[in-house]
């Protein structure tokens, strides 16, 4: 860090991608400043308090297994926790926990104030300083200026940020939070294209108006189920039920009724595009008519208090439709609405602006992560914050980035969906986006992520002896499984001459079943079992990784003119040149590019001479 620097690294915005690059960087070595408009609403869970789920469970993992936090926070707060598509097989399976909101905000808080080379101030930064294409420093709307040769920006939805309901409208990140008007415009002013996105929250109820004896209840796990490989397996508190109401005709047609006092729709205030896959109740009503119900999820937001989340009824509809809205679901005849529902609109910038290793193309050391990239979730948020804090301080310390690969991890599928195909909604990871997702488990997160936390110094020494402790012990169960016989222990039937493993391939049999011939506590049998009745789908994976390797390797020349390339069909010219892919396997995920595109990229690629290939990035 120079002299002339106030920080190593400096991180703009306190949410979930914030907190992950701050820890990041700091824990790699890099003096780190965390810069946010209210220190106090660090990690707040603005819209459900939840972490995981589909998918997203598996990017927690992920985090953790790398050394990231917020596995570790949710297992600290977690009121509410289960796994879901238990019955859809090991591949898709995946944990979700519910968090005290209060208490979640300030076990993040604690683990940022408690990190000596973390650093927080309060301020809006309004400008980044640039000279000579590298990042210099970040100017606040108070005037103040600080320093640093990598600044990592996770402004979530601030940038240009405005809320809705009904008629009432005003800038804002968040409800009572004010946005980033002046860095939407600077960033403009550097060349970024900006484009309007927009997301939303439910109405808050009270606990004490619900009934509950008319709703079907949810109940936790009865055992604990910790996100992070680091927490020892117990309960933080009370765990408590959530709940599963539906709408009926009389909600449909409120909606339907007020569609005029809407700001999506009849007052078309709202021009960003909404997420998919988490749609309003509007959008519900609106684009699902045929649908004569919805789920609605009925959740507890904290042990102190009661405040109720109501999941699936996002609106952005006055507070008074909302309200009679509220009291035709099952349950909620005489419900106290705490605050009501709104929608907030914000500027994004297009990830294919940013390189793999979440540095942007146009300045040098400048990094974007979160919603500012297009996503949606805090666990999107919190893979792309730890991607970039490593690699923020891997450019102070002069070392190549680290870049993950979409066959290595879920967080490799989610920067290669990013930075080469582009968002034109918020973006949600889905396990049907990974191609390779029998390798990419929630139980093996450790096993593909971990030597590689612990050799860019993010794992410390302690917790990577434990996972080396723990991959021996499967190793050497496995081993047994494969040469033990079931003898007298043999379940289902089975003779006494099978060995576990081949037990374990038959479907009926469990792993609670060869437990104890196998002479495993629960956890490592179940992993023995996962790994053996697997092994046959992942060995197919890892032939089709082994034979798309070449072109992921194979390095697209930056001066590449594409115009010039008659052979190439022209959107293959236009998109290869707005994107600028860094691999032949890049290339060929753009959407567009035909086979006979890649196949002619391909020739003209080697034929200059020999094509680069990368190499993985030293530790």
Not at 38 to 52: E, H, V
Not at 79 to 94: D, I, M, W, Y
């Amino acid at each position: 860090m120079s002299r002339n620097s106030d920080a190593a690294v400096i991180v703009v915005g306190g949410g979930h991608a914030g907190v992950e690059a701050a820890l990041a960087a700091a824990r790699m070595g890099c003096e780190t400043l965390v810069i946010t408009g209210d220190p106090d609403r660090i990690c707040t869970l603005p819209c459900n308090p939840s972490i995981g789920g589909s998918a997203k469970g598996q990017l927690v993992r992920e985090i953790d297994a790398l050394g990231g936090e917020m596995g570790r926070l949710i297992d600290r707060t977690e009121l509410h926790v289960r796994f879901l598509n238990e019955s859809k097989g090991p591949s898709v399976r995946a944990l979700r926990a519910q968090a005290d909101k209060a208490g979640y905000a300030r076990a993040a808080l604690d683990v940022l104030l408690a990190e000596p080379r973390v650093h927080i101030a309060s301020g809006f930064v309004e400008r980044i300083i640039v000279e000579h294409g590298d990042v210099r420093a970040v100017a606040c709307a108070d005037g103040r200026v600080f320093r640093a040769p990598s600044v990592v920006l996770a402004t979530g939805t601030f940038l240009g940020g405005r809320i809705y309901r009904g008629e009432f409208s005003e800038s804002a990140g968040r409800l009572g939070e004010a946005p980033a008007l002046g860095l939407a415009d600077d960033l403009r002013g550097h060349g970024f294209p900006t484009a309007r996105l927009k997301t939303g929250t439910p109405p808050r109820v009270d606990r004490k108006s619900l009934d509950f004896s008319v709703m079907s209840a949810q109940e936790p796990s009865p055992v604990p189920l910790p996100f992070s490989y680091r927490s020892v397996p117990c309960f933080p508190g009370p765990q408590l039920p959530c709940y599963i109401v539906q709408t009926s005709e009389a909600t449909h047609k409120l909606v339907r009724d007020n569609l005029h006092r809407s700001p999506l729709y009849g007052l078309d205030l709202i021009r960003g595009i909404g997420p998919r896959y988490c749609p309003s109740i509007e959008d519900k009503v609106v684009k699902f008519a045929h649908n004569p119900t919805h789920l609605v999820f009925v959740e507890p937001e904290g042990w102190e208090t009661d405040s109720t989340y109501v999941g699936g009824f996002s609106t952005s509809l006055p507070a008074d439709v909302q309200l009679e809205m509220l009291r035709t679901l099952p349950g909620f005849e005489a419900v106290q609405m705490l605050r009501p529902g709104y929608a907030v609109e914000y500027d994004h910038v297009p990830p294919t602006e940013l390189w793999p290793s979440f540095e942007t193309r146009r300045v040098a050391g400048l990094f974007f992560c979160g919603q500012l990239n297009g996503t949606s979730g805090y666990e999107e948020a919190a893979a792309q914050g730890i991607v970039a804090g490593i690699n923020a301080a891997r450019r102070v310390q002069g070392r190549e980035p680290v870049l993950f690969a979409r066959s290595e991890s879920y967080i490799g599928v989610l920067i290669d969906d990013l930075v080469t195909k582009g968002v034109d909604e918020p973006y949600r990871m889905l396990t049907s986006r990974a191609e390779h997702r029998v390798l990419l488990r929630h139980d093996n997160a450790d096993l593909r992520l971990s030597p590689l936390g612990h050799a860019i110094g993010l794992l410390p020494d302690e917790d990577f002896e434990d996972f080396v402790g723990r991959r021996e012990r499967l190793e050497s169960a496995l081993a047994r499984a494969r040469t033990a016989r079931l003898g007298d222990a043999a379940p289902n039937g089975l003779p006494a001459w099978m060995t576990v493993a081949a037990a374990l391939r038959r479907p009926e049999v469990a792993h609670t079943d060869v437990a104890q011939t196998l002479g495993a506590e629960e956890p490592l049998a179940e992993r023995v079992a996962i790994e053996i009745k697997l092994e046959g789908y992942v060995q197919r994976q890892r032939d089709a990784v082994d034979h798309a390797s070449r072109n992921e390797k194979t390095l697209l020349p930056d001066d590449l003119r594409y115009n010039e390339i008659s052979a190439l069909s022209r959107e293959a010219r236009d998109k290869l040149t707005r994107y600028r892919p860094r691999s032949l396997g890049a290339a060929s995920r753009i959407p567009g590019m035909s086979p006979a595109d890649v196949a002619v990229l391909s020739v003209i690629v080697h034929r200059k001479g020999g094509a680069r290939h990368s190499e993985p990035a030293p530790a």
